[in-house]
């Protein structure tokens, strides 16, 4: 994506765990810095306009004016060790559904996912890569297909993190966009992620959202219409809220894709 700062982010999402803990957990000061600057200007632009908001896919009481439109080239690739579910194999069907539940949850903020290609490899070492490791570079060099403007997704066994603003052909570029745990397609069997909607939050950290609960209650992801939040929200905590008081309105936004909460 072809943001001044941009993230592709894993997923440590193991089959046994009970709750998403994205690869983003520590999320870069040069990110954070760009958010406040890009509410700052959102302001301004509300004062003179009434606004305009992107990224906010699952705000039921967002109020801004129509929002722009945006396509993104997408392309998905499944990276397995066998032809089994357990080898982290996902058909051509299953990446369709994926796709389609990733229009359907950001419908709302006007970007929408044009898919370009799916790639099926059958590769063990590149399936288990370790972040930041040659092997994994060597996958994404090889995969990679579209401009730094283009999203890729990789289903794989495991992720990693990365943020930078990338020269072409740099190490950056190749590792841009996001991995995603296999088992976490729609109907896949990642208990409680299984929904796809956790390619929504990746892809969300890739365009460059935040977690809401990020800045705790005075930042949170420095959206001005998330509720505040200070902590993650696991499982689903019904009326949990975290940041009380007149200066923090409304409950934890525990059904923001951008929070871990169940799906
Ligand atoms: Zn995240």
């Not at 903020?109 to 898919?115: E, N, P, R």
């Not at 570029?173 to 896949?188: E, M």
């Not at 892809?203 to 219409?225: E, K, N, V």
Request: with cysteine; aromatic share 10%; glycine share 10%.
């Amino acid at each position: 994506m072809r943001l001044q700062i941009s993230l592709s982010l894993s997923l440590i999402l193991a089959t046994t765990s009970v709750a998403r803990n994205c690869g983003n957990t520590q999320e870069p000061i040069e990110l954070i810095e760009q958010a406040i600057r890009f509410n700052s200007h959102n302001r301004q632009t509300a004062g003179q306009s009434g606004g305009a908001s992107i990224g906010r896919p699952n705000h039921e009481s967002s109020k801004t004016s129509t929002p722009r439109t945006q396509e993104v080239n997408l392309y998905m690739h499944n990276i397995y060790i066998n032809e089994t579910a357990a080898g982290a194999y996902i058909s051509e069907e299953d990446l369709t559904k994926q796709w389609r539940v990733m229009n359907e949850n950001y419908a709302s903020t006007g970007i929408s996912f044009v898919l370009k290609n799916i790639t099926h490899t059958q590769n063990k070492s590149w399936a288990l890569a370790i972040r930041n490791g040659t092997t994994e570079l060597k996958m994404k060099q090889t995969l990679r297909m579209g401009g730094y403007e283009d999203l890729n997704l990789y289903f794989r066994v495991l992720g990693r993190g990365f943020f930078g603003d990338f020269a072409p052909n740099s190490e950056g570029f190749w590792q841009d966009g996001c991995d995603i745990l296999h088992t976490t397609i729609p109907g896949g069997p990642q208990v409680n992620y299984n929904e796809g909607k956790t390619a929504t939050h990746e892809t969300g950290h890739w365009l460059g959202l935040l977690h809401p609960f990020s800045g705790g209650c005075r930042g949170g992801d420095y959206i001005d219409d998330t509720p505040a939040e200070e902590t993650a929200s696991y499982g689903c905590p019904v009326g949990k809220d975290t940041c009380r008081g007149d200066m923090f309105p409304g409950l934890d936004p525990i059904h923001n894709f951008m929070d871990y909460a169940y799906e």
